[in-house]
């Protein structure tokens, strides 16, 4: 089985591998009360944003429950950007390593697309698109994933990875995979405590993210 190269892993299995210029303009102004009004969408996307609150609203739901433990200290400092508000960067590193390692053991996410082959014309067509992770692999992945959740919230304009789009075009990712591994980040949010006005921002950025990442429905 031919195995990636680690830019070439980063490329075929980060979710949300990059952020439009406009998207980062949003995230940036999400902490400040001042730019809100009727117009505005924590994400920049009206539709995310909803699927967002639906999220949050299904697991206060199941928690039977107004909130997270995170909302007990009170009202987050909205004048705060997002990306401090979840603890900078060791707190985004926290979130991807837990993330990471769980979304790659879920069998619903499929991250190693097993039984996933190319397709389409080239000659590469009947290629299999399984990823077989070395330790370095995986820690590459995780290092990444959290330069794109600090670029995503408003932190250090540094990423280091492809357009994301072509990135997943062959991997065959269905809404479902999507969900699931949307879901994995729900709960490494909850793990951590991150209280649920931070989740329901990041998890709406998140979702801007699938129409480029889905490409089975």
């Known amino acids: 089985m031919k195995s990636f190269s680690i830019k070439q892993m980063m490329a075929a299995t980060t979710i949300g591998i990059t952020l439009t210029i406009f998207l980062l303009f949003i995230c940036g102004c999400a ?5 809100q009004n009727k117009d505005f ?9 909803q699927r967002a609150d639906q999220r949050m609203a299904q697991a206060e739901q199941l928690q039977g429950e107004g909130g997270s433990a995170g909302d007990v200290a009170g ?14 960067q060791a707190g985004l590193q926290a979130i991807s390593d837990d993330f990471v390692t769980r979304a790659m053991a879920d069998p619903r996410v499929n991250w190693d697309r097993k039984g996933v082959i190319r397709g389409g014309l080239t000659i590469h067509h009947d290629e299999s698109m399984e990823w077989q992770p070395t330790a370095d692999d995986i820690k590459a992945l995780k290092y990444h994933l959290a330069q794109f959740l600090a670029l995503a919230s408003g932190g250090p304009t540094v990423y ?3 357009e994301m789009k072509s990135a997943h ?3 065959h990712i269905t809404n479902d995979e999507f969900d699931a591994a949307v879901g994995d980040l729900k709960a490494t949010l909850d793990k951590l405590q991150i209280a649920n006005t931070e989740q329901k921002e ?10 480029e990442v889905v490409t089975e429905q």
Do not use: F, H, M
Request: hydrophobic share 25%; proline share 2%; aromatic share 4%.
């Open 31 to 35: 902490g400040n009360s001042e730019t």
């Open 41 to 49: 969408y924590t994400s920049g996307n009206r539709e995310a944003d």
């Open 75 to 88: 009202q987050p400092d909205v004048k705060k950007s997002l990306y401090d508000r979840l603890g900078g």
């Open 160 to 162: 280091e990875g492809k």
């Open 169 to 171: 075009a062959d991997l």
């Open 202 to 211: 990041l998890l709406a950025i998140i979702e801007t993210t699938r129409a």
